[in-house]
T-cell receptor, first 109, second 114 residues
Framework: GQSLEQPSEVTAVEGAIVQINCTYQ??????LSWYQQHDGGAPTFLSY????GLEETGRFSSFLSRSDSYGYLLLQELQMKDSASYFC??????????FGKGTRLSVIA | EADIYQTPRYLVIGTGKKITLECSQT?????MYWYQQDPGMELHLIHY???????EKGDLSSESTVSRIRTEHFPLTLESARPSHTSQYLC?????????????FGQGTRLTVV
């Protein structure tokens, strides 16, 4: 089976940096993805890590440690528009994409 | 921009009615999924498919059925709608090639059963 754990809520100040953690238990693990979902919208893909280390895409970075079954999403220079829910997701072999319960990020002024 | 479409976007229907939620993608993706999500809550996988004539049930017990007769089309059917089916239904697809798991989502169908 697969399970992913992430904090339910995070609050951060505009302009700051925030890290959203995700731990997983997945047999035959391939990689960890991150998705963003604004209220009323559909999830959109942010990043994917198959190998250990940091992947950077603009203000967003994602990190994976396969040995620790752990990853995180790092958001820098936070903006109000970053207020959304963030989901980590994993897949393995022919198993379907499974999502964590999501972390609701609130960016405050 | 993702080429995956869901219809209808919104639907209000009476208890006991049969409904089909449509999902189509033009990306040639083998993998397609249906998720159920209440506002602000987690995504529950209810059905998935890895290709034509392949369908599997997900983790969430559901009274719905799906079919995959064509690669691009993955409709979800509720034989008898109940108020407990009120939710948002999200369709997604991803490529089976390689190990990248980027999934593209449709805009969802918000279903209300009265």
């Amino acid at each position: 089976g697969q399970s992913l754990e992430q904090p339910s809520e995070v609050t951060a100040v505009e302009g700051a940096i925030v890290q959203i953690n995700c731990t997983y238990q997945t047999s035959g693990f391939y990689g960890l993805s991150w998705y963003q979902q604004h209220d009323g919208g559909a999830p959109t893909f942010l990043s994917y890590n198959a190998l250990d280390g940091l992947e950077e895409t603009g203000r967003f970075s994602s990190f994976l440690s396969r040995s620790d079954s752990y990853g995180y999403l790092l958001l820098q220079e936070l903006q109000m528009k970053d207020s959304a829910s963030y989901f980590c997701a994993s897949n393995s072999g022919n198993t379907p994409l499974v999502f964590g319960k999501g972390t609701r990020l609130s960016v405050i002024a | 921009e993702a080429d995956i479409y869901q219809t209808p976007r919104y639907l209000v229907i009476g208890t006991g009615k049969k409904i089909t939620l449509e999902c189509s993608q033009t990306m040639g993706h083998d993998k397609m999924y249906w998720y159920q999500q209440d506002p602000g809550m987690e995504l529950h996988l209810i059905h998935y498919s890895y290709g034509v004539n392949s369908t599997e049930k997900g983790d969430l017990s559901s009274e719905s059925t799906v079919s995959r007769i064509r690669t691009e089309h993955f409709p979800l059917t509720l034989e008898s709608a109940r108020p407990s089916h009120t939710s948002q239904y999200l369709c997604a697809s991803s490529s089976r090639q390689g190990k990248n798991t980027e999934a593209f989502f449709g805009q969802g169908t918000r279903l209300t059963v009265v």
